[in-house]
């Protein structure tokens, strides 16, 4: 079946750095990714759509600037937190547009900035 | 914000009980799936179910789909300690490719 990896699964930052993830879907192409935070306790919220060779769009209130996204390939999309700050501290998980189900995530990213 | 709300917020009953997870969504919809997420874990898919659709099994699972009332709900039926975790409901609008998530529910199955 599709199998989407995320890299790393973990990471600890100090504030002020930039941080990048990794979202690779192994066995299949994957022109549209997503990535979405989680709050400890609550629910996934979208903060964007990466579409291979073009900008990625947006969410509400996410800063383009702050997570910035790239879908270089049809089998990656990075997020880059810049400047992470410890409000910045989630779970970011990737999923990508193929697989049986239409829609495969990957494993999440636990981000702590210190 | 599409988000869904889903309720109750935390589940607790001792296996073999069944246990049911409701969600409400905002606007029409595409289809609608249920994930299950461990702690600190990625989300696994549990079922797919089709807006022309209003009922779907698989194994101990059932979920249903009300779209005059935007609502779905999840059974799992005698349920196992290894049940425990977070289940969400995500639904998918129109032409988009997003998925907006429900606010989950935190199941806890007592052996």
């Known amino acids: 079946g599709a199998v989407v990896s995320q890299h790393p699964s973990w990471v600890i930052c100090k504030s002020g750095t930039s941080v990048k993830i990794e979202c690779r879907s192994l066995?299949?192409?994957?022109?549209?990714m997503f990535w979405y935070r989680q709050f400890p306790k609550q629910s996934l919220m979208l903060m964007a759509t990466?579409?291979?060779?073009?900008?990625?769009?947006?969410e509400q209130g996410v800063e383009k600037d702050k997570f910035l996204i790239n879908h270089a390939s049809l089998t990656l999309s990075t997020l880059t937190v810049t400047s992470a700050h410890p409000e910045d501290s989630s779970f970011y998980i990737c999923?990508?547009?193929?697989?049986?189900?239409?829609?495969?995530f990957g494993s999440g990213t636990r981000l702590t900035v210190v | 914000s599409q988000q869904g709300e889903e309720d109750p917020q935390a589940l607790s009953i001792q296996e073999g009980e069944n246990a049911t997870m409701n969600c409400s969504y905002k606007?029409?919809?595409?289809?609608l799936q249920w994930y299950r997420q461990n702690s600190g874990r990625g989300l696994v898919h549990l079922i797919l179910?089709?807006?022309?659709?209003r009922e779907k099994h698989s194994g101990r699972l059932r979920v249903t789909l009300d779209t005059s009332k935007k609502s779905s709900s999840l059974l799992i039926t005698a349920s196992r300690a290894a049940d425990t975790a977070s289940y969400f409901c995500?639904?998918?609008?129109?032409?988009?490719?997003?998925?907006?998530f429900g606010t989950g529910t935190s199941l806890t199955v007592i052996p």
């Open positions: 999923s990508a547009r193929g697989g049986l189900y239409g829609y495969t």
């Open positions: 606007t029409s919809i595409n289809n």
């Open positions: 179910i089709r807006s022309n659709e």
């Open positions: 995500a639904a998918k609008h129109g032409a988009g490719n997003q998925f907006y």
């Open positions: 066995d299949f192409q994957a022109t549209t």
């Open positions: 990466s579409n291979e060779g073009s900008k990625a769009t947006y």
